[in-house]
């Protein structure tokens, strides 16, 4: 039946049946904390689980790194994980995948030749590079993109760490392509859901704000005499901690200069101090692996710092637990996975006052945000934290509440909602949406 002019007919919710889910430049089944494997990873495998749980088919397409990969990997019952051939398998920086993007295309498109018509209902892209492949299958599949970010251009170079490299033009266009293009876009929060207003021109209708979640089961609390036991730290150490990518972005080199700062103040804190550094090189931090065990060494601290390499996450959740203080100093997050299962484990958290930290950690109640990056008022808020008992008890105990809102399940039924928003839009908005692809 024809509408009245000016009236958007919507067509009756549905749940999608299967989706196909981009990763293009980091595969789900990378281990976190090292080379592009991030949090995105960790999003992208435990939606894509608790999605198939809820009946939705999840396809994850991926870039071959290894001749040694089979085409297709079973990721959990209904996720399957496809390593698409493009370029060469090894030494490919992400930077360097555009020039593969064509390929890639190919790839995703190939595989879906393979089966009947209509197979996929829907494409969630993830990461910029993924969206531009995820436009193009959308309109050859006539589907929905629904895209999520995780980071964005012009809010890194805008909060750029002292001798980073900015983005470069070619992702600053590529990214307003997508925001274009797609039906949807996700957001971690709300400050990101303004940025993509506000800097990238999209339409505030199209954006949904849906929190990242965090594994309850695993990250929960527990003994830290236990933990540290376990992990080989003394009982009474007074233990600092980073989890992440070592790269300029994420400013691990302000919690070591922190540390240094707090020594300098009291140095009977060195007998007893230890600042563990989880995580691998990554980004524009892999041109020099070894920039932040110089700087230990020149602050005087190398004695101080174990740097730990990337692991599971039963592993990671007792470095939470052992820890007095995790410390996230980052320059720009879109959210702050780390923060949410530090405190999700108890552990007070000390995090930069930007983007997403702002949602994953309650300023005074879970944890304390800090303005800028001055190592010594990050020294400052952690000495609040370690000398203070009452202090640490109480950011313990909001920690827990603050961290129980984000369990994955809450983040599914968030991605379910937006997914069948895309699916009820009207032709004419679909019609529009491969106009501005």
């Keep these: ?112 030749a393979t089966r009947p018509e209509g197979w996929f209902d829907l494409v969630h892209s993830h990461y ?9 299958a959308a309109e050859r599949w006539n589907v929905p993109l629904v895209h999520s970010m995780h980071t964005l251009a012009k809010v890194k170079n805008r909060d750029l760490a002292a001798g980073d490299s900015p983005e470069p033009a070619m992702r600053l266009i590529g990214e307003e392509q997508v925001v274009a293009a797609a039906d949807r876009l996700v957001a971690n929060t709300a400050d990101e859901a303004a940025e993509l207003v506000d800097l990238y021109d999209a339409d505030p209708d199209r954006v949904d704000v849906v929190h990242p979640g965090v594994d309850l089961d695993v990250f929960a609390p527990g003994s830290r005499p236990a933990a540290r036991a376990r992990l080989g730290i003394d009982p009474d150490a ?83 637990r052992a820890a007095d203080v995790t410390v996230v100093p980052s320059h720009s997050e879109s959210f702050g996975l780390v923060a949410v299962e530090a405190q999700a484990c108890g552990c007070p958290v000390v995090a930069a006052d930007v983007g997403g930290l702002r949602t994953a950690v309650a300023d005074q109640v879970s944890g304390l945000l800090v303005r800028g990056h001055d190592p010594r008022t990050f020294a400052d808020a952690i000495e609040r934290v370690i000398r203070d008992p009452q202090l640490a008890t109480r950011l313990s105990a909001g920690a827990l509440r603050h961290a129980s809102a984000f369990g994955w399940s809450t983040t599914t039924a968030g991605l379910l909602a937006s997914y069948e928003s895309a699916l009820a839009a009207p032709e004419s908005d679909r019609l529009a949406a491969a106009g501005r692809r």
């Design 1 to 112: 039946m024809a509408m009245t002019s000016g009236v958007r007919a919507l067509r009756p919710p549905r749940r999608p049946r299967r989706i196909a889910v981009l990763s293009i430049h980091t595969s789900p089944v990378d281990v976190p904390g090292t080379g592009d494997a991030g949090g995105m990873n960790v999003y992208v495998v435990e939606t894509a689980r608790r999605l198939a749980e809820s009946g939705v088919e999840v396809e994850v397409f991926t870039r071959a790194t290894s001749s040694d990969l089979p085409p297709t990997v079973p990721l959990a019952p209904g996720v399957t994980v496809r390593n698409v051939t493009a370029g060469p398998f090894e030494g490919l920086r992400k930077e360097d995948l555009p020039g593969q993007l064509c390929a890639v295309t190919a790839g995703v498109l190939r595989a879906e």
């Design 128 to 136: 910029w590079l993924s969206g531009q492949v995820g436009w193009l």
């Design 238 to 320: 007074v233990m600092l901690l980073f989890v992440g990518r070592i790269q300029p972005l994420k400013a691990p080199d302000v919690l070591l200069r922190a540390a240094a700062e707090l020594v300098a103040r009291d140095p009977s804190l060195r007998s007893r101090l230890v600042v563990v550094v989880c995580g691998g090189p990554s980004g524009s931090g892999l041109d020099q692996p070894e920039t932040l065990a110089d700087l230990a060494a020149h602050l005087g601290i190398a004695d101080l710092v174990r740097f730990e390499p990337p692991a599971d996450r039963p592993t990671l959740a007792d470095w939470y």
